[in-house]
Nanobody
């Protein structure tokens, strides 16, 4: 049974940075495509970033493009989300997710295309 565990959340001032980590246990996830999503209070879970399984190509939501960077370390079975220039509207619970089976790029931003989810980590951007 593969489990995803996020860490690295916290309270940060506007303009600050955080790095989230998502570690996979159970077996290697080098064959998984991975994603980050977030959910603010009263809002639906929304796509943040995705990294492919093979070539490490990344995709981002327009709202975070240029500020967030997703990466993966297949030796450590971990994906990261480096978040810079944080804004109050980035406040949310952040979830990592894994695609165990191939899914077309057209659905990478949909929650239903992911098979595994972590428990989430809170990110609060406030002065």
């Amino acid at each position: 049974q593969v489990q995803l565990v996020e860490s690295g959340g916290g309270l940060v001032q506007p303009g600050g940075s955080l790095r989230l980590s998502c570690a996979a246990s159970g077996r290697t996830f080098s064959s998984f495509a991975m994603g980050w999503f977030r959910q603010a209070p009263g809002k639906e879970r929304e796509f943040v970033a995705h990294i492919s399984r093979s070539n490490g190509r990344t995709y981002y939501a327009d709202s975070v493009k240029g500020r967030f960077t997703m990466s993966r370390d297949n030796v450590q079975n971990t994906v990261y989300l480096q978040m810079n220039s944080l804004k109050p509207e980035d406040t949310a619970v952040y979830y990592c997710a894994g695609q165990m089976q191939f899914r077309p790029i057209a659905v990478l931003a949909t929650t239903t295309s992911y098979d595994l989810w972590g428990q989430g980590t809170q990110v609060t951007v406030s002065s």
